[in-house]
């Protein structure tokens, strides 16, 4: 069974950068979609980005275009997002989340939480205004 961990959250002001990592114990992310979410008190968990693990393709949500990034090393476990220019709004907890995915753009269909088998724990990230 894939467990996963998320790492890298903090406070940070408006403006500042985090990195976050995510990384796969009991397998490995090959064939999968890997997808970070995030949830802000009172609001439903939304998709950040998703990134197909093989090819490397990813989507964004509106709010991180142009200010996250989310990659991966073929040969190293992590899955990592980059959040640049960050704002108040970005405040939430942030999950990473992974799921299987064959065929050609697959990873552009999974988008919703209930999408996903496998979840972190989370890692809380707080940006100051």
């Known amino acids: 069974q894939v467990q996963l961990v998320e790492s890298g959250g903090g406070l940070v002001q408006a403006g500042g950068s985090l990195r976050l990592s995510c990384a796969a114990s009991?397998?490995?992310?090959?064939?999968?979609?890997v997808g970070w979410f995030r949830q802000a008190p009172g609001k439903e968990r939304e998709i950040v980005t998703g990134i197909s693990y093989i090819g490397g393709s990813a989507f964004y949500a509106d709010s991180a275009k142009g200010r996250f990034t989310t990659s991966r090393d073929i040969d190293e476990k992590p899955v990592r997002l980059q959040m640049n220019s960050l704002k108040p709004e970005d405040t939430a907890v942030y999950y990473c989340?992974?799921?299987?995915?064959?065929?050609?753009?697959?990873?552009?269909?999974?988008?919703?939480?209930?999408?996903?088998?496998?979840w972190g724990q989370g890692t809380q990230v707080t940006v100051s205004s």
């Open positions: 009991g397998g490995t992310f090959s064939n999968y979609v």
């Open positions: 989340a992974a799921r299987g995915c064959s065929g050609y753009g697959c990873y552009l269909t999974y988008k919703a939480p209930a999408d996903y088998v496998y």
